[in-house]
């Protein structure tokens, strides 16, 4: 009876810890802009140039997975270092996009607040690396060290070469989304 009580009190607490580390990730959620412009050739070897935008991602993840793409939002997640796709009434988390958490550098003031960040791109479809990313990230935070405002803009670089395509882009951050009144 003592191990069943223990087991019970185990669980719960493994849940609860889970629902605590799923409200922080959410709360730590940016709309993201993502642009490219990518160049490829034709049938008959001509250059030809195509675009990329978050809304092309939205509407690819929401094909694989059967769902409006009019419900999903593309965004920044702060402590994975990584792009999604996610629910627009409530931030859980439906789809990676792009990562930027495997190998990455970054350059940080004596604050914390200001980041030079240098990181390779990857995605769920290729074993390594897809291209780079270099970016400029600012942070605020309340006096409890709550992140209470965040900005992350740069520039990537990109190839599919199973397609012969190359992109180039740009990205930023905007609105902070699912915040909670205790991280005011």
């Known amino acids: ?32 802009t993502w642009v490219a412009v990518g160049y490829t050739t034709n049938a008959h070897g001509a250059l030809i140039e195509t675009n990329l935008n978050q809304q092309t991602l939205i509407n690819k993840v929401a094909a694989d997975n059967g769902i409006n793409p009019k419900d999903c ?13 996610v629910w627009k009434t409530n931030g859980v988390f439906i789809s990676d996009v792009y990562q930027m958490e495997y190998t990455f550098e970054d350059v940080t003031n004596q604050e914390g607040t200001i980041n030079f960040c240098e990181s390779l791109l990857n995605d769920e479809y290729h074993t390594n690396a897809i291209g780079s990313t270099f970016g400029l990230e600012e942070k605020a935070y309340n006096r409890d060290g709550y992140l209470i405002g965040y900005s992350y803009h740069g520039t990537f670089h990109c190839a599919f070469p199973e397609s012969n395509v190359v992109f180039t882009g740009s990205f930023a951050t905007g609105a902070r989304v699912y915040l909670k009144a205790e991280d005011e």
Request: overall charge neutral; aromatic content about 6%.
């Open 1 to 32: 009876m003592k191990n069943l009580k223990l087991l019970i009190i185990g669980l719960i607490t493994g849940v609860a810890s889970c629902l605590a580390a799923q409200a922080q990730e959410q709360t730590n959620e940016y709309l993201m």
């Open 73 to 85: 939002e593309f965004v920044y997640r702060v402590e994975k270092r990584d792009t999604a796709v």
